[in-house]
């Protein structure tokens, strides 16, 4: 259910033809000027439908590094590249967050953990409503510790967890506790593995992922500045999660997944493992190596990029 101006009239929605990001806040209505203060962007001192009104795929990972070097990726892959063009940071009025376009790409990093990523997805999903952008795909590409994989596997996720393995995002608001759904577009996940079996160049799964608050305790991990448990109750909770479908652990899934799913944007989590975590705690790959897994997220979501375009393309 879409309302006449274009926001909807639910507490979640869901993407229809030309459905528009909903935002559920009344109170915008009411600002002359809406400042998207950690983008150094507002919608009086930046024409946002002619900035950003052609955005159908928006993808977001953790380091700024890495989504440049995406947006550099994708405009060759998309025959758009400009040998002259260093891509400039759109946001480049803070030091926050990067954003970085081409055609029809947004390309935007998040920083590190669930409150970094909320900060940006709350501005994020503000632009593309004011910029009245419709039917948006967002993907999140990133690293991760796998459970029982090997080291460059790229999971797709069905649903994000959390450190009791249940798929629910809990946020404190007005000192009350609000659970929200973390499911994500199975159709969208069923897509990319598809995709990633055309490609044929790694090993792709589709499995829940474990999104929590820490990367040491939280994640079980025994090289932290603390430690309160044993190998043993390192390995039998990271199996128990294994058992609960649990394939990898990254820390920003879950409140991903609900905020898009509030918006009405079709979404997917792309992440490769780093590691296995039963088999230890740090990287000991090379360099080398680390970028060549880092790269395979970036190869799956511009492959499915391209083919969305050219099927597009095949039917205008």
Partial sequence: KV??????GLKSC??????????????LDAMKDDILYHFSLGTRTHDLPAMFGDVKFVCVGGSPWRMKSFIEYIAAELSMEDPESEYPN???GTDRYAMYKIGPVLSVSHGMGIPSIAIMLHELIKLLHHARCTDVTIIRIGTSGGIGLGPGTVVITKQSVDATFLPKFEQV??????VRNTDLDQSLAE??????????????????????????????????AFCSYTEKDKQDYLKKANEAGVCNIEMESSVFAAMCKLSGLRAAV?????LDR????????????LQDYQ???????GSYIKKQLRAKAGRS
């Avoid at 608001?173 to 609000?178: A, C, D, E, N, Q």
């Avoid at 792309?270 to 780093?274: A, Y």
């Avoid at 039963?278 to 190596?289: A, P, T, W």
């Fill in 173 to 178: 608001i007005l000192g009350k506790t609000v």
């Fill in 90 to 92: 759109i946001c480049a």
């Fill in 191 to 224: 897509e990319l593995l598809q995709c990633s079996k055309e490609l044929n160049q790694f090993e792709t799964v589709i499995g829940n992922t474990m999104c929590t608050l820490d990367f040491y305790e939280g994640q079980a991990r025994l090289d932290g």
């Fill in 295 to 301: 790269q395979r997220p970036q190869i799956l979501v």
């Fill in 14 to 27: 869901f993407p229809l033809p030309l459905s528009p990001v909903c935002v559920n806040n009344p109170h």
């Fill in 3 to 8: 309302e006449k101006n274009g926001k909807c």
């Fill in 278 to 289: 039963l088999k230890g705690d740090q990287l000991n790959s090379s360099h080398e190596v």
């Fill in 270 to 274: 792309v992440c490769v493992t780093l």
